[in-house]
């Protein structure tokens, strides 16, 4: 009898520790792809499992009301500055592009602009997407795979060819998507750009503002080239 109750006994903890193990390897599961408030996953591990059409940590970024509202935020800061651009002459633009990296003269640039609000919105937007969503364990090749989806199906919509008289002398689709992909190139560079700029608030306003320069100043050249383009 003593023995059998031994035999019973070592059952019965081999059944327990089982049990325990299975019930701890499904919490380790359950947490490994648990879904924030936003649906986006806790840990890498989700990125990688899931299959099917199911979504991926990039697709539930790219879905997310933070990443939403950084990208408009992104838009807004960029058109407030083209907005300002606009008033300038070539030589004032020349000069504002050759003396962007001046920071002096970029915080009067600011102030000229009225854009203190934009650039707080877009240092609220970046804090956002950085403390509500999964973007921070996105490697640099993910980040920029998000942005570059981001861009080419922005300007899948909103790209407008321009037109001139000389219009029609050379291949116009062929010049239509180079000015799309060196659009989306910088539309993708100007969002990372972005969320690399620096978390104390002055520091990141001048970058922000330096970088939606180069972003301008990138955009206008795209288009100068599709002008030549087409006329060639």
């Known amino acids: 009898m003593r023995n059998l109750s031994y035999v019973i006994v070592f059952a019965c903890g081999i059944l327990a520790t089982f049990f325990i193990y299975s019930c701890s390897n499904d919490d380790y599961y359950t947490d490994e792809t648990e879904a924030g408030t936003n649906g986006i996953a806790k840990t890498r591990a989700f990125s990688s499992r899931m299959m099917n059409g199911e979504y991926t940590l990039i697709d539930s970024i790219a879905s997310s009301d933070e990443f939403w509202e950084f990208e408009m935020n992104s838009e807004l800061l960029a058109e407030k500055f083209k907005t300002y ?98 659009k989306t190139r910088a539309k993708a560079k100007f969002d990372d750009s972005v969320v690399d700029c620096g978390s104390v608030p002055a520091v990141a306003q001048l970058c922000y503002i330096n970088v939606a320069a180069k972003y301008n100043f990138e955009v206008r050249m795209a288009e100068k080239a599709y002008q030549e383009c087409i006329g060639n």
Do not use: H, W
């Open 85 to 182: 651009t606009s008033t300038l002459n070539e030589e004032e633009y020349e000069y504002l592009i050759e003396n962007m990296n001046d920071d002096d003269y970029m915080a009067e640039v600011i102030k000229k602009a009225d854009m203190n609000d934009v650039l707080q919105k877009m240092d609220k937007a970046r804090e956002n997407l950085f403390n509500q969503t999964g973007f921070l364990r996105l490697s640099e090749e993910e980040k920029t795979q998000l942005f570059v989806s981001f861009a080419e199906s922005r300007l899948q919509t909103r790209i407008s060819p321009l037109k001139t008289r000389q219009e029609g002398g050379g291949n116009t689709s062929e010049c239509e998507k180079e000015l799309k992909e060196a």
